[in-house]
């Protein structure tokens, strides 16, 4: 059964960094593309981050580019996301997914990151 | 960016009626355009694929199609189940892009 964990979230001071993790069960990470999506409270859904099967193309929402960065252990069979220079309008729910043929088939549960002073 | 407008934001139905979203790209897209149900507290789950591919489990009420600029999810006969957050998606350009999302209510 496929399954994607994610975890790492919380409350951090704007400006703070942050490091989200998101673990795969049920299939080869190294075998998919794999993204970041987030959803701030009560608004729409935002595509972040990508990164390809072999790891050589990463792609990143302009809102976020040089600020949040999108990584993985193949050994580890885990993503993550690397936050740093948060901003108050960074606080969302991060969702890992797993991108097939372009779409999202399966969703981790999410992590909620706040960003406050 | 490909801007998606999805209408109505709110559709007000009874279980056992008809309903009919519709999501709007600002260039085309082709098929490569996405269905996804939210419920409260929960995340996204795949509901349509290629603008017309039912994805796996999903029941044969629903239903969709497009292609280009503008497409529609339709639900043929509601369950109380399938009240919940409908975001289109497409997958044609980076950068991926969402649709504010129809959020569908028991009248």
């Known amino acids: 059964e496929v399954q994607l964990v994610d975890s790492g979230g919380g409350l951090v001071q704007p400006g703070g960094s942050l490091r989200l993790s998101c673990g795969a069960s049920?299939?080869?990470?190294?075998?998919?593309?794999m993204s970041w999506v987030r959803q701030a409270p009560g608004k729409g859904l935002e595509w972040v981050s990508y990164?390809?099967?072999?790891?050589?193309?990463?792609r990143h929402a302009d809102s976020v580019r040089g600020r949040l960065t999108i990584s993985r252990d193949t050994t580890k069979n885990s993503l993550y996301l690397e936050m740093h220079s948060l901003r108050v309008d960074d606080t969302a729910v991060y969702y890992c997914?797993?991108?097939?043929?372009?779409?999202?088939?399966?969703w981790g549960q999410g992590t909620l990151v706040t960003v406050a002073s | 960016e490909v801007v998606l407008t999805q209408s109505p934001a709110t559709l007000s139905l009874s279980p056992g009626e008809r309903a009919t979203l519709s999501c709007r790209a600002s260039?085309?897209?082709?098929?490569?355009l996405a269905w996804y149900q939210q419920k409260p507290g929960q995340a996204p789950s795949l509901l349509m694929y290629?603008?017309?591919n039912r994805a796996t489990g999903v029941p044969a009420r629903f239903s969709a199609y497009g292609f280009g600029t503008d497409f529609t999810l339709t639900i043929s006969s509601l369950e109380p189940e399938d009240f919940a957050v409908y975001y289109c998606?497409?997958?044609?350009?980076?950068?991926?892009?969402f649709g504010r999302g129809t959020r569908l209510e028991i009248k």
């Open positions: 290629d603008a017309s």
């Open positions: 998606q497409q997958y044609y350009n980076w950068p991926i892009t």
């Open positions: 260039q085309s897209v082709g098929n490569s």
């Open positions: 997914a797993r991108r097939k043929n372009a779409y999202f088939d399966y």
């Open positions: 049920g299939f080869t990470l190294s075998s998919y593309e």
């Open positions: 990164i390809s099967t072999n790891g050589a193309t990463i």
